[in-house]
């Protein structure tokens, strides 16, 4: 379907709005347009024609009247119907802007590892700001000056079948104008909109890295290159600006010439060979519709650039809304015992670059997991696919014996918990975090959330306690603090399955305690993963697996790891201080 239609289809959900509006607007134009053919009237029948000079107020009274009173009615009907149509584009946009929205949710986490964040807020914002001004400006202007051309050419057949006849080819002349155009300005406008969402990219980038920015010293850099990315922007903006300014007003001014010329040249030449004799009335009808041709005219083609932006914005959105993505759904299971297994399981990210390789374990019930290895070794990447974030690409996982690409996501999830190294925390409270606005957490379960993980002392000090106010990313409270927060926000939804993913990396040997002391009372039924760098935190883990570039390559107790003298025991002794090279007899 075309980027044209799919506009049309999004208007049609809001049809009765949009054609109240487009009949009122027609009764608004019917009724000015009446005016020219009224003024004719009084000047032909009653000044003009008046015999003996005595002119007759009484009909040209009642004549200015209904002339006023025409006036009124225009009045009113145009309000009605500027409000109507307004009204309509304004709920087709918050229909797009929804299901933009809903798209984003329906999306893989695959999607977003190469898109930066700006690119896809320009998509929901900047574009569909862009196609509101279709709908709001471009389309009402269209349906005023197109009701308004049509009544005057209708009104100009009425009076002269053959002047209404050689008017008509204004018609031609816009349309070839408007190919020509968009077949210019087309590509132009992609580029254009593409170094919109390239500079939102950069600023939203900037914005959050502006700690490590500032700290290398790197502003005039980062200075230049928007610069230079903006100075792009600027001369794409002059290529078209250059267009409109040579056509817009100009081209009208010229078929406005033309015209006149025409009927100049039509009456004059008829009235000098006798054919005919124009009135007086006649004559001023025409000029005044003429005159009101070219306000309709003008507004079209004053709106080809907006047209152009809007329909290029348009594709970019309907190419989001096209991405493959999945229904979110609100399918509930039972709460899961929590033995997971991993059977043979393959990952990769890109193509067959394998990120994990043959990996098979199983955790039971009540057990605790830790993942230890160097960075890249596929850590994380187990704990993704465990809660779907990715698929695996060989192998099953099964939770009690389901696979969980037999679930949709959010099902697979339901009885999941997380707590990230960097825990995101957004806008609001501290309650609000904790329970994410799920009506099924009460602020009574909150509180014990956050008592049950230390938080009552981490976060004693915060003046309005779980009321505290929280800004974006919790950047006013310390990691701690976050950490807290986003544990107690996992623990609050009672998983079956927790996973902690180098969640006490950085936090102080204060708050590490507190959690640790908490796992150890929260954990108790529920099957726990840990992901961690510091060793001396998974000690009690029931079973500590160890990977290297994507392979399990030890398994087992923290003392039977040890007793092994492996990889485990080079990292343990390492972390301790305790290696042969590190030894200070």
Known sequence: MSTGKRLVHYALVYKRILITGLVLLGFA?????????IAKKIIDDHIAGASGGAIDFVPIAKLLAVFFGLAIVTAIMRYFQYLLLQQAANR???????????????????????????????????DTEAIRNLYVTVVSQFAVSGMYMI???????????KMGAITLFVLPILYIWMKMYRKFASKVNHIIRGKVSDMNAMINESINGMTIIQAFRREKQMDDEFGELNDEHFRYQNKLLKVEAATSHNLVDIIRSLTFVFFIWYFGGASLSGGSILSVGMLYAFVDYITRLFNPITGVVNQFAHLEHSLVAAERVFKLLDRDGEQVSDEKVERYHGNVRFEKVWFAYNDEEYVLKDISFEAKQGETVALVGHTGSGKSSIMNLLFRFYDTSKGNITIDGLNINDMSRQTARDHMGIVLQDPYLFSGTVASNVSLGDSRITREKVQHSLDAVGGDRVLKHLPNGIDEEVVEKGSTLSSGQRQLIS?????????????????????????????QHAM??????????????????????????????????????????????????????????????????
């Open 29 to 37: 134009v019917a009724a000015d347009l009446m005016g020219p053919l």
């Open 92 to 126: 087709i946009i918050q229909k797009m802007r929804n299901d933009l929205y809903e798209q984003i949710q329906r999306l893989p986490i695959r999607y977003f590892d190469n898109l930066p964040a700006g690119k896809v807020v320009a998509r929901i914002t900047n």
């Open 151 to 161: 009544g005057i050419f209708i009104a100009m057949f009425y009076l002269s079948p």
């Open 487 to 515: 544990f107690a926000r996992a623990l609050a939804f009672d998983p079956a399955i927790l996973i902690l993913d180098e969640a006490t990396s950085n936090i102080d040997t204060e708050t590490e305690e507190i959690i």
């Open 520 to 585: 150890n009372v929260l954990k108790k039924g529920r099957t726990t993963f840990i992901i961690a760098h510091r060793l001396s935190t998974i000690k009690n883990a029931d079973r500590i697996l160890v990977l290297d570039r994507g392979e399990i390559v030890e398994s087992g107790s923290h003392d039977e790891l040890l007793v092994l003298d492996g990889q485990y025991a080079q990292m343990y002794k390492l972390q301790a201080g305790t290696s042969s090279q590190s030894v200070i007899d």
